[in-house]
Structures are given as C-alpha cells and as structure tokens.
C-alpha cells in the first residue's frame, strides 16, 4: 500500500498518527519497541446517545468504533460478557495480522488484500459473525476492507454480500455506504 495516498478516514492514519505524536512528545528512539500507551481519551468517542458502531480494526487494540465520529467506543459501555470479548480479541489478532502485512508491502501484500477484500473470506466471515453479536447489544455494521491506497481508487458501489446498491451514510467524518440488511459499512465516495 501506499501510504501517501490514504484519503482521511482510513482506519489506519490514526493510528500512526498516534503513534508518531508520543515518539515526538517523548523524543524515545526506542517507542516502536515499547508496550502501546491506552488510547488518550480525546480519541474515545464522546457521542451523547446510542450511536451504531462498527467493527473495524483500525491496530488498536479495541475494534469497537462510533460510526458517527469513528473513535473508539469503551467497551465496558456495551455490555459484553467474556465469551463475546474473547470473540471480539481473536478476530482483531487475525484481522490485524492481515492488516500489518498489507502494511508491509511486501511479498504478502497481494494475497492480504485479497482476503481483507473478500467479503467471503474466513477472516471477515468470522468478523461479520462477531459484528452480529455486538448487534444485540448496539446496532454494529461490520467494516469492509477496501484498498484506498491504489490509484484512482473508486469505491464499490454495492453490496458484495447480497448486490444491493449501498446506501450513503453522510453522518460521519467521511462518507461512508451501508448494506442495512447485511449490517455492513464500507468507505464510500
Ligand atoms: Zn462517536
Ligand atoms: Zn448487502
């Protein structure tokens, strides 16, 4: 992937981002070797009401996010019993293993696009069916991979699930589409 080209929004530039603010407020060459700081609370949602969230790892540690300012939603705030915490911990490790050779840009690259992309893939199999159980708890969209990072990205314009045409939902920070009946979000245009 190319990171220069990653439009705002994208799951990921927050994260460096982050990351790169405490290696320069700390001036510490060793930060990438360091466990990671909780994430500060300027970056936890602060939405008044229920707000839908997503599943969307984003190499945090928490993959809860408000659809509406995409931050992260505590956890303790939905209700999860340990069975569903265990559930949401192992996808995000398979997820973001996924992620981090994307990241790389290496010799895994293509085949972890692939997967992330593929909304029939195990890994996203298996977040839609986690996604599904916070949904009992809060309206959850599961978040769909798309490689902004290629030039001329366009977004897909429907559902890879059920080839329903996305609906656009222009509440967040950046567009964002939604498959109601398959409770998935995606970047939009
Ligand atoms: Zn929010
Ligand atoms: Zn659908």
Not at 12 to 26: L, T, V, W
Not at 54 to 66: E, G, V
Not at 88 to 114: K, M, P
Request: aromatic share 10%.
């Amino acid at each position: 992937m190319q990171s220069a080209l990653i439009a705002p929004g994208q799951p990921q530039r927050s994260a460096a981002s982050r990351y790169y603010q405490i290696s320069m407020s700390y001036d510490d060459p060793y930060f990438k070797l360091r466990p990671p700081s909780p994430t500060p609370d300027d970056e936890l949602c602060q939405c008044m009401g229920d707000t839908p969230v997503k599943l969307m790892c984003a190499l945090s540690y928490n993959p809860i996010h408000c659809i509406v300012c995409n931050l992260e939603v505590p956890p303790e705030t939905l209700g999860f019993d340990t069975t569903l915490v265990e559930a949401i911990a192992v996808w995000r490790r398979i997820y973001e293993a996924l992620d981090r050779l994307w990241l790389d840009s290496g010799e895994y690259e293509a085949w972890a696009t692939s997967e992330l992309g593929d909304i029939t893939s195990p890994v996203n199999k298996r977040g839609r069916d986690v996604a599904a159980q916070v949904n009992a708890r809060r309206r959850c969209y599961y978040w769909l991979f798309q490689d902004q990072s290629i030039p001329h990205f366009e977004a897909i314009g429907e559902c890879p699930s059920c080839r329903q045409t996305f609906k656009t939902f222009d509440g967040g920070i950046f567009r964002q589409d939604i498959c109601e009946e398959c409770s998935i979000i995606t970047v939009g245009e």
